[in-house]
């Protein structure tokens, strides 16, 4: 399993490079596919960490957090992040970023649903994972609820 952040990275770079663009909010719903059909392929989680049903469908927290300040609007490429030490907070650092963390058989997979998304608006997929049993079954208004990834990939098979 991958970070979520490495994967995001690389999501929003190839969306850039594609001339795609993505905003955060965009970004939460690809996220939220990209495990499910990651899962549907390899018979394991993309990434480890938790799924949140909030007001706009599926977040991943992390991630959410990390790319807030840019609202609305397309995240810009990645060239380097704050990398956080957590045992102390004065080692963090900027560190360049190298696409090399997640397999190229896996980004392909990544990829392809970063492509086949990439039609279709923030809107659209909220609308989406609206009308889908995991996020309406987690969900609880002000609340961010997990939706557990056996529901994800249950909803899915079962699809």
Not at 39 to 60: H, T
Not at 100 to 107: F, G, L
């Amino acid at each position: 399993m991958y970070d979520v952040l490495d994967v995001c990275r690389h999501i929003i770079n190839y969306s850039n490079d594609k001339d795609y663009g993505i905003s955060n909010l965009k970004l939460q719903k690809v996220l939220y596919f990209i495990q499910v059909w990651y899962w549907l392929k390899k018979e394991e989680p993309c990434f480890n960490e938790s799924i949140e049903a909030w007001d706009f469908g599926p977040v991943v927290p992390e991630a959410y957090r990390e790319y807030k300040q840019f609202g609305a609007v397309d995240i810009p490429s990645i060239h380097s992040y704050i990398q956080f030490d957590n045992s102390d907070f004065w080692n963090s650092k900027r560190v360049e970023f190298k696409d090399d963390v997640i397999q190229p058989k896996d980004k392909r997979i990544i990829d392809q649903i970063v492509d086949d998304f990439s039609k279709y608006s923030a809107s659209t997929l909220v609308r989406v994972t609206h009308n889908q049993t995991p996020w309406k079954d987690a969900y609880k208004k002000g609340r961010g609820t997990i939706i557990t990834k056996e529901a994800i990939r249950g909803y899915f098979i079962e699809s």
